[in-house]
């Protein structure tokens, strides 16, 4: 099972689209399970940190023992799409839940940082939440494309 927790909703009504498509075509080959995580409000908090810490609590109520946590953050480490493929084999044959987290545009608490087996950037460039959620979505699509030897990736 591949598990997505994102913190934020998605509203707008083509990347919703987007990502339904998307866990559509997964379905034959993984159960996807998305959780959204309600963003905190900047202004109930005093500083950022207070802030991630409450979303940390939400989130890591999601994640359970034996799992494989890939955080998504701007810090982690780049990979091709074949390697990425790989972290996913790999997981998949141990017969392991992966987790993905995304975090809200304030990122993510070092807690949630730290459960992480893998810190994974798709760029050092910034995408809006909904988006990189469309994003996640087709590249674990390519990568499952990849181990099931389908077209899609060439």
């Not at 023992?65 to 084999?89: A, M």
Request: proline content about 1%; charged content about 30%; glycine content about 4%.
């Amino acid at each position: 099972m591949i598990k997505i927790i994102s913190v934020g909703t998605i509203k707008e009504k083509y990347f919703l689209q987007a990502c339904e498509e998307y866990k559509k075509r997964l379905s034959r080959w993984v159960k996807v399970e998305e959780i959204e995580i309600k963003e905190e409000d900047e202004n109930k908090y005093f500083n950022i940190e207070t802030l991630l810490e409450k979303e940390a609590d939400k989130i890591l109520k999601h994640v359970k023992e034996g799992e494989f946590i890939i955080v998504c953050d701007i810090n982690g480490i780049e990979l091709s799409s074949e390697e990425f493929s790989e972290i996913l084999r790999k997981n998949i044959n141990s017969s392991k839940n992966i987790t993905f987290i995304i975090g809200s545009s304030n990122g993510l608490s070092n807690e949630v940082k730290r459960r992480a087996d893998l810190l994974l950037s798709f760029s050092k460039l910034t995408f809006p939440h909904q988006l990189f959620r469309v994003l996640l979505y087709e590249q674990i699509y390519r990568g499952l494309s990849i181990i099931y030897g389908t077209k899609y990736h060439k």
